[in-house]
């Protein structure tokens, strides 16, 4: 199994970037996939996921400025991120897990990507 992240780089404060993960070696549309990020001195933490449908999970931090979708056909899952603020700072991770509902442990995910960093100047 690999997962791929793309598309982390630098911005300024308010400005967007999207990234992109691409799956392979699973059968990707049985997996929930969701976006992580770990910035310096901190913990990895769950920003956004897939739980089912149109059933998705956002951090408070980023609620209504990231969005998550995939594309099934294509095995890939981005995340959109607006208004960029200098705290979104952090390498950012993608990951899939079997199990069903939200899993907030990193623990808890079966397959992680490599991680692209984002850097938001101020």
């Known amino acids: 199994v690999q997962l791929q992240a793309s598309g982390g780089g630098l911005v300024q404060a308010g400005g967007s970037l999207r990234l992109s993960c691409a799956a392979s070696g699973l059968t990707f549309s049985r997996y929930r996939m969701g976006w992580f990020r770990q910035a310096p001195g901190k913990q990895r933490e769950l920003v956004a996921a897939?739980?089912?449908?149109?059933?998705?999970y956002y951090a408070d931090s980023v609620k209504g400025r990231f969005t998550i979708s995939r594309d099934n056909a294509e095995n890939r899952v981005y995340l959109q991120m607006n208004s960029l603020r200098p705290e979104d700072t952090a390498v950012y991770y993608c990951?899939?897990?079997?199990?069903?509902?939200?899993?907030?442990?990193?623990?808890?995910?079966?397959?992680w990507g490599q991680g692209t960093l984002v850097t938001v100047s101020s």
């Open positions: 990951a899939a897990t079997r199990t069903f509902g939200l899993v907030m442990q990193t623990t808890g995910w079966d397959f």
């Open positions: 897939i739980i089912s449908g149109d059933n998705t």
